[in-house]
């Protein structure tokens, strides 16, 4: 018998899947094509239930992925990318506003992954009961202009109905530095069924070695929600100016107002960009990360070229 369940966590050599709401643990052997498959989070696989064996993996929709673009480090790590998680419809980018301090450049990295794989972003910004009435950074306001944002309290429930609304239907894995919130609203989400991969009993479990457990959390409304280990240290080492345009559609819609239609909205005369910056109705944090990310994905091009 062959049945197919969804990837919760890997390790080597084998991972975990759920399938009727139950965990099992698989192994990759059998043919060579199976014994090479790299898993992510949120793959589908068919497998051999009694036998507790992987058959095969079906194609992904999506991608979320830690790029590592470097000619060099790509020999000695084998791989240029890693996938943090497959299949899912969005990320959830989790910030707070103190306690780590909201971080627009992390932001828009995590975002940018997001593009580059196929998903969604939403934004979360957490421990809203951390500051006063009006008192969220600017830049909160700047991206409710071009990305969902939920402004939560995961201690004092502030926004916690509305995310879950924003959840619904869809399969989002939460990305986002230690501390900031991610557990603890997870927590506070109330799932009707959870499943943390450290619970995992372990038929075949040797040389398994998992730090931190992963979750697999199903939300009232049949929202997924996976918070796994590796997200938390994305960094993009994109390559793709274009996935860069879909990151600040505040600053792409603006561009065609330049004088100069390759204009790099740097000291230009009459950039419409730089512009909205003196009027006050571009946040000036968005062109700063914005130069900060170009120059970045320009090194690793010219980088890329060289080596
Ligand atoms: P994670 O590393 O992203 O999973 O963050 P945690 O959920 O472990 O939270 C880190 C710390 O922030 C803990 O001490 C939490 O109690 C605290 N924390 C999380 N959410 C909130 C919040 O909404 N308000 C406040 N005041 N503290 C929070
Ligand atoms: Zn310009």
Redo the contacts with the bound molecule.
């Keep these: 018998m062959s049945v197919s369940g969804t990837v919760i966590s890997v390790f080597r050599g084998g991972c975990a899947v759920v399938f009727d709401e139950q965990i099992h643990e698989l192994t990759l052997t059998g043919s060579s094509a199976v014994q090479a498959l790299v898993l992510a989070v949120g793959d589908e696989v068919t497998f051999d239930p009694d036998r507790g064996v992987v058959e095969s993996q079906a194609p992904r929709r999506t991608e979320l992925a830690r790029l590592r673009p470097q000619a060099g480090r790509q020999r000695r790590t084998g791989g240029a990318k890693k996938v943090l998680a497959a299949n899912m419809d969005a990320v959830a980018i ?1 910030m707070s506003v103190v ?1 780590p301090p909201f971080r627009s450049g992390a932001v828009d990295r995590f975002w940018l992954a997001a593009v580059e794989g196929g998903l969604e972003a939403i934004l979360i910004v ?2 809203v ?2 500051v006063g009435q009006g008192e969220l950074p600017d830049i909160v306001e700047a991206y409710k202009s071009v990305l969902p944002v939920f402004e ?5 429930g502030q926004g916690l109905a509305e995310l879950a609304q924003g959840l619904r239907g869809k399969r989002t894995v939460f990305a ?1 530095h ?8 997870l927590n506070s989400l109330q799932p009707e069924l959870r499943l943390a991969t450290g619970e995992v009993s372990s038929k075949t479990g040797k040389g398994r070695h998992t730090t931190t457990a992963a979750q697999w959390l199903r939300l009232p409304g049949g929202a997924i929600v996976v918070d796994t280990p590796g997200v938390r240290e994305i960094a993009t080492g994109s390559l793709d100016e274009d996935a860069l345009e879909q990151v600040y559609p505040d600053i792409e819609a603006l561009a065609h107002e330049c004088r100069f239609r390759d204009c790099r909205h740097d000291t230009e005369p009459d950039c419409a960009v730089a512009n909205a910056v003196a009027e006050g109705s571009l946040h000036p944090g968005r062109l700063e990360s914005f130069a900060k990310l170009r120059e970045e994905i320009a090194a690793l091009a010219s980088e890329a070229r060289r080596t």
Aim: proline share 0%; aromatic share 0%; no cysteine.
């Design positions: 989790v306690d957490n421990k009961d951390r939560t309290s995961a201690k004092g986002g230690s501390g900031v919130g991610k557990s603890s609203l």
